[in-house]
């Protein structure tokens, strides 16, 4: 069963960048297809990005498509969410999640529910 840990986030002004890592360990980051969701307060978790098994393949929320840049490297056992131009409205508890059912070279899920496991989650707030 993996375990995955989500670092990177912090207090940022408008316009800023950061980048999230999510650390997988107790298993083979290969294996799963990865995803990036958020939650607000008083709102629901919602779809960031998502990446393939492999890398090659990756899903974006309208709102992120331009902005943020979803990524992996399987040999490091670690992904990424690269967020340039961050606005207020980015601001949000931000999780990593595995899914071990998608197979390889399918694309990857956008619903919390296809995925298994998932981390704690970082903050990420943006002030105006």
């Known amino acids: 069963q993996v375990q995955l840990v989500e670092s990177g986030g912090g207090l940022v002004q408008a316009g800023a960048s950061l980048r999230l890592s999510c650390a997988a360990s107790?298993?083979?980051?290969?294996?799963?297809?990865m995803g990036w969701f958020r939650q607000a307060p008083g709102k629901e978790r919602e779809f960031v990005a998502a990446?393939?098994?492999?890398?090659?393949?990756?899903r974006y929320a309208d709102s992120e498509k331009g902005r943020f840049t979803i990524s992996r490297d399987n040999a490091k056992s670690t992904m990424y969410l690269q967020m340039n131009s961050l606005k207020p409205e980015d601001t949000a508890v931000y999780y990593c999640?595995?899914?071990?059912?998608?197979?390889?070279?399918?694309?990857?899920?956008?619903?919390?529910?296809?995925?298994?496991?998932w981390g704690q989650g970082t903050q990420v707030t943006v002030s105006s």
């Open positions: 107790g298993g083979t980051l290969s294996s799963y297809a």
């Open positions: 999640a595995a899914d071990e059912k998608r197979p390889m070279w399918v694309v990857p899920g956008i619903g919390s529910f296809e995925y298994e496991y």
């Open positions: 990446i393939s098994r492999s890398g090659g393949l990756t």
